[in-house]
């Protein structure tokens, strides 16, 4: 696994907002392409959000309207700004760098994988 650094999430209240950050290298943040996916305990990981080339965004269905995906180049950091969160928004949240985007849909890079970080919304 290359060197991928999450930071942010934790516990929020239904309603409530979180961030959350990814930060790398210049040389992988230059893969241009990034998503967010989130797991919860017997799924398979879900993608929340991707950015592509021209900063083109995609979003799950779940979190529309609600979510930005977002990255700053000067800091090469990838960001998921989460506002209005949910109970079923909870969950292990992973970023990914240098996926492919195909049809539309993301194909994460098995190589640049976050750690990790558990985001809680309780009621």
């Known amino acids: 696994q290359e060197h991928l650094v999450q930071s942010g999430g934790g516990l929020a209240q239904a309603g409530g907002s979180l961030r959350l950050s990814c930060a790398t290298s210049g040389l992988i943040f230059k893969l241009i392409t990034m998503a967010w996916y989130r797991q919860t305990p017997g799924n398979q990981r879900e993608l929340v959000a991707g950015i592509g080339r021209g900063d083109s965004t995609k979003y799950a269905d779940s979190v529309k309207g609600r979510f930005i995906i977002s990255r700053d180049g000067a800091n090469n950091t990838l960001y998921l700004q989460m506002n209005s969160l949910r109970p079923e928004d909870t969950a292990v949240y992973y970023c990914?760098?240098?996926?492919?985007?195909?049809?539309?849909?993301?194909?994460?890079?098995?190589?640049?994988w976050g750690q990790g970080t558990q985001v809680t919304v309780s009621s």
């Open positions: 990914n760098i240098g996926g492919t985007f195909v049809a539309g849909n993301y194909i994460p890079n098995s190589r640049f």
